[in-house]
């Protein structure tokens, strides 16, 4: 059944929707644009743009309502407002200028700033008293380099002398044409001539002369019908010398000539009746106009030749759509490529190398979301289309007229065996006769009439003829019942070719499946892995491949296609590519890592230069047979979509048509051929020891020693989905030869030696088909303070002096050595008088006294205890003579032998004397002066008072590597021969033993002596 045709319908909708005021594009369909955005996700400061600024160095800055942004095509550097004075002075950024000497100046919410690259440094200025909005939406610099802004309330200009901005000057006149001058944003711009500005405001269309110091508007210039008292907005300059605005009254744009003030165009077309007030008016380098409304339309107008509307609409699910429906920015650059600064981030796209456009049948592939196109063929008698979908349903389309006619294939009559057509294989054409065959069999369409199953006399009804193709004669091939068929229409004969009886492949029956037919128009079928059949006499004689590579064991057979050479391309989802020369039966298998974009592929198809285009969901691969490689590209098209497959053909036009999902995709391989980029890249930031340089306008970095460890960021304005290319670059100097960047483009350098350095940047195509210029700066690393010339002679010197002082030194000492050697030897004398006391000390005859006096009692009252102690004594006199000569005896030894002494005295004294001695083991192997203790023992005996009552209690423990002897102090009276000098000589003793003092501590109830440890 054959449904409505529909551009008749249409046209009367249309019409009806004019004559009630609607828009007439808003039905109209996508235009054929893919733009490729720049957003917040790649590093945008925010999605909401407001200007471009191209600067003189080829960066771009991009205002925007969060921040301005400094892009070099990779990187991006943000720039807000902080607490400190060197920042924006606020973060929504209207409009931005550049002057003669590089500042990048912008205009904001709270009034205008200028930024200065060489110092990185802010300045902020008011156009407005204190406390009173200073919103800005505009400024420029003129041909003359007079800085100039428009505020909520006037136009204000920069005064170097008071570096201020002070409102432009005005005749009486003028001043009293208007109290306050509401501009536009988008609403200003400079004479070319440089003699004025011209201002869309609330109050009209103005033009201010700065000689005259006049405003001239509708109310004093009433025969010049450019000047209207009516609201205007949406002011731009053009690449070709005229400017336009658009009347919001009058729902027109005017296009005049700036110098003369002549109207040049006045457009009304009847969509403007329904549209709101014009935001922005851009004309491109194709005299395009792009037009953003206060609705949120973003429209295309082609003023000159078919004063054509077309909507251009943001679409969440089409990701190749512009980004956000209104947009204040928008650039032309020299190659094509047109940038859209829209609500929802930069959209960039460039006509003249777009090498694919799409095509929307949004409103016929229908019912499920699920929906898809699952077959794409050309009526090439009239360069229609025909396209099948998942929903049974098929789709003729034309072009050149937009008229679609939509057939319900589930309505169709049934075949005999009962079935409508599903999944269609392909359609072919005969004069006015449309052959279709798909998995249900073969139906045909004559004239107007509808489908109806085809019947063909000698092929049994059973026979389902899945494919079919045409040779030149009008004979048809056809596949049914894995067997190949042959039906000559003029004769009306009908021929069979099967493969003989018994045969199996892999204990199979072969297939006769995905029909083609060779440059010679020789009909071949896959007949199973790695084989291919074509009619031989009455059968289908077998080929079998050799195989140049492994063939693959995965996947399955999508579709086969033949090409001029004599090849046959056959699509293997899962294995890749195969490529079978029917002469030679040479089999090559290309897979992903021979360069295919992936092995999931669906389909195969050769253009008019012998490429072959190869589809795999929204990615595609090219084969170049003369360089025998691939070029792969992706599409921003389905990319979270996986339920579908890919249908490719051949236009006659040499166009490839492509499905991908349920949007079609129309490539033009002529423009795959690369264009050369005439852009120089940009080295957009020297980061030196961390901290990033700024560069000036010289292009010289001057760097300490200490900043030898550089990074560098440089980048390319150029869509690299458009052009790929690789950044390159080198450092002269040190590198010999050109290093390829990574996909940051960056480089970084480490521990540079001093010395004069050029860091150079370029890009490549990735085909090598194009070459940038290049891009570089000069960088000079200091040599350390001690690589210097004046270091050198400072150290000269330096070398000097110190042989100079050393030889005064030299001849110091030898004096003082001189001097030395006396004192050494009265030194030596010293000692030995010490020794010699000490001696004296050790043998004191008091001690001796008192010994013999004990003796000699205990001889009487305790014979036994007079030998023990008897013994005591002649112990103690044997380790004094044994150490005599020694000046130093371990502390275990000293020890021992105090204990001797310490019984003796007990024996005298009993309780009144108490010797505690608490030394650890660890500390026994240290050294101290023989007799030491007995000393100081004896020293506490000789100055203390000892009775039961008040004992005498003595304390040796060690203490940070001191042996300390205390006592409690019982002075007294009278000492016996005491010279008062036994301590002072112990002291003197042990200078000569250690460099650590004797301490000697006394309060009024203790006596404390401190020996070190050696």
């Given at each position: 059944?054959?449904?409505?045709s ?14 009630l ?12 644009l ?14 909401i ?9 080829g ?19 943000i ?6 004075a060197?920042s ?34 802010f ?16 400024i ?7 800085i ?6 006037n136009?204000v ?20 044409l ?8 988008n ?16 109050q009209?269309?103005l ?30 300059a053009?690449?070709y010398?005229?400017?336009?605005y ?11 000539d700036?110098?003369?003030q002549k109207?040049?165009?006045k ?40 004063d054509?509307?077309?909507?251009v ?13 209104f ?25 003249q190398k ?7 049948f949004?409103q016929?592939v ?11 063929g ?42 409508t ?17 798909c ?6 369409k ?9 019947t ?35 004769s ?10 018994g ?5 199979k ?17 896959l007949?199973g ?28 057979y999508?579709?086969?296609t ?14 890749g ?65 996986y339920?579908?497959?890919n ?17 079609v ?5 002529d ?9 120089k890249p ?22 300490s020693?200490?900043?030898n460890?550089l ?20 450092l002269a ?20 030696a001093?010395?004069n350095y ?15 210029e ?5 960088i ?9 010339a ?38 030596e ?21 008192n010994s ?6 205990l ?27 020694s000046d ?15 019984n ?10 108490q ?33 039961a ?52 501590t006394?309060s ?11």
């Amino acid at each position: 059944m054959e449904l409505l045709s529909l551009p008749n319908y249409m046209g009367r909708s249309i019409a009806l929707w004019v004559l009630l005021g609607l828009h007439f594009y808003t039905k109209a369909q996508q235009p054929d644009l893919s733009f490729h955005h720049i957003t917040q996700a790649n590093g945008l400061s925010y999605n909401i743009v407001n200007c471009f600024l191209k600067d003189s160095r080829g960066l771009l800055w991009i205002g925007t309502y969060n921040g301005l942004n400094r892009y070099d095509g990779a990187h991006f550097t943000i720039f807000r407002k902080q607490k400190h004075a060197n920042s924006l002075p606020d973060n929504t950024v209207h409009d931005l200028a550049e002057d003669a000497q590089g500042n990048i100046w912008g205009a904001t919410e709270a009034g205008i700033f200028k930024y200065t690259p060489s110092t990185g440094k802010f300045a902020s200025y008011l156009t407005l008293p204190q406390n009173t909005t200073q919103v800005c939406f505009n400024i420029l610099v003129d041909k003359n380099g007079i800085i100039r802004a428009s505020n909520a309330f006037n136009v204000v200009q920069y005064d170097a002398a008071k570096d201020a901005f002070v409102p432009i000057p005005l005749q009486p006149a003028s001043q009293q044409l208007f109290t306050r001058i509401y501009t536009r944003k988008n609403g200003m711009v400079a004479s070319p001539d440089g003699r004025g500005l011209y201002l869309t405001t609330q109050q009209g269309f103005l033009y201010y002369n700065i000689a005259a110091a006049t405003l001239t508007a509708a109310q004093n210039n009433s025969g010049n019908a450019l000047f209207t008292a009516n609201s205007s907005a949406a002011l731009c300059a053009t690449p070709y010398g005229h400017f336009w605005y658009y009347d919001n009254e009058q729902k027109a744009l005017v296009a005049f000539d700036p110098l003369t003030q002549k109207l040049l165009y006045k457009k009304q077309p009847p969509g403007f009746a329904g549209i709101g007030p014009m935001a922005t008016v851009f004309e491109d380098n194709n005299h395009v106009l792009w037009l953003s409304t206060w609705n949120y339309e973003v429209l295309r107008y082609d003023y000159l030749h078919s004063d054509s509307i077309t909507l251009v609409q943001h679409n969440k699910a089409i990701r190749s759509s512009i980004a956000g429906d209104f947009f204040w920015a928008a650039m032309h650059e020299e190659d094509g490529t047109i940038w859209l600064g829209t609500v929802g981030g930069i959209s960039r796209f460039n006509t003249q190398k777009a090498f694919y456009k799409m095509h929307y049948f949004d409103q016929w592939v229908l019912a499920k979301n699920d929906a898809s196109f699952d077959f794409v063929g050309e009526q090439k008698a009239d360069g229609s289309w025909w396209l099948g979908t998942t929903q049974q349903q098929l789709l003729h389309y034309k072009p050149a007229t937009g008229e679609t006619t939509v057939f319900d294939l589930k309505l169709l009559r049934k075949n005999k065996m009962g079935l409508t057509p599903f999944k269609i294989n392909n359609l072919v054409f005969a004069n006015d006769a449309v052959y279709l065959f798909c998995n249900a069999g073969a139906w045909v369409k004559r004239g107007n009439n509808s489908f109806v199953p085809l019947t063909i006399a000698g092929m049994p009804d059973t026979v389902l003829a899945d494919q079919g193709l045409m040779t030149n004669d009008g004979s048809l091939w056809m596949t049914g019942n894995e067997k190949l068929w042959y039906w000559q229409g003029e004769s009306n004969s009908v021929k069979c070719f099967a493969h003989g009886k018994g045969l199996t492949l892999d204990k199979k029956p072969p297939l006769a499946d995905f029909l083609c037919l060779s440059a010679n128009e020789e009909p071949w079928v896959l007949a199973g892995d790695d084989y291919f059949a074509h009619p031989s006499g009455d059968t289908l004689a077998l080929v079998k491949a050799t195989a140049t590579k492994q063939s693959g064991a995965i996947g399955y057979y999508t579709a086969m296609t033949a090409d001029a050479q004599g090849n046959l391309w056959v699509s293997k989802k899962g294995d890749g590519l195969y490529r079978f020369h029917a002469q030679s039966g040479a089999y090559q298998l290309y897979r992903q890592y021979d360069g295919l974009v992936m092995d999931h592929i669906m389909d195969a198809t050769p253009d008019a230069a012998g490429r072959i285009w190869v589809s795999a969901y929204n990615q595609f691969s090219v084969f170049n047979n003369a360089v025998n490689s691939f070029s792969n590209f992706t599409l921003p098209i389905n990319e979270n979509r996986y339920g579908y497959e890919n249908y490719s053909t051949t236009l006659a036009n040499g166009h490839v048509l492509s499905t991908i999902g349920d949007k079609v995709v129309e490539f033009f391989p002529d423009k795959l051929q690369p264009t050369a980029v005439k852009k120089k890249p940009v080295i957009s930031a020297v980061i030196a020891g961390g901290k990033e340089k700024l560069l000036p306008t010289n292009s010289v970095i001057d760097l300490s020693a200490d900043e030898n460890d550089l990074h560098f960021q440089f980048g390319l304005l150029v869509d690299g989905e458009e052009s790929p290319f690789d950044m390159q670059y080198r450092l002269a100097g040190t590198d010999k030869s050109w290093s390829t960047a990574s996909a940051n483009f960056a480089a970084t350098y480490n521990k540079l030696a001093p010395g004069n350095y050029s860091f150079i940047v370029r890009a490549m195509a990735r085909d090598s088909s194009w070459q940038s210029e290049e891009t570089g700066v000069a960088i000079t690393l200091a040599a350390p303070f001690y690589r210097t010339a004046w270091f050198s002679l400072l150290m000269l010197g330096l070398v000097a002096g110190i042989i100079y002082f050393i030889y005064r030194y030299r001849l110091q000492k030898h004096r003082q050595v001189m001097a030395l050697e006396g004192k050494a030897q009265l030194l030596e004398k010293e000692k030995a008088m010490a020794m010699f006391e000490n001696l004296k000390q050790q043998l004191n005859p008091h001690f001796l006294f008192n010994s013999i006096s004990s003796l000699s009692g205990l001889i009487e009252a305790d014979q036994p205890m007079a030998m023990e102690f008897l013994e005591q004594m002649s112990g103690i006199y044997r380790y004094i003579l044994r150490h005599a000569d020694s000046d130093k005896v371990s502390l275990r030894e000293e020890l021992e032998f105090v204990a001797l002494y310490i019984n003796l005295q007990q024996t005298r004294f009993e309780e009144g004397l108490q010797v505690r001695i608490n030394v650890p083991e660890d500390y026994m192997h240290y050294k101290i002066a023989p007799v030491t203790l007995q000393n100081l023992i004896e020293n506490a005996i000789k100055h203390n008072v000892i009775d039961a009552a008040s004992p005498l209690i003595i304390h040796m423990y060690v203490e940070d590597y001191y042996l300390v002897v205390s006592n409690n102090l019982q002075k007294k009276r009278v000492v016996e021969t005491s010279n008062q000098k036994g301590l002072a000589q112990f002291v003197s003793l042990y200078k000569f033993l250690t460099d650590k003092p004797v301490r000697i501590t006394t309060s009024d109830t203790m006596f404390t002596i401190s020996i070190p440890l050696i």
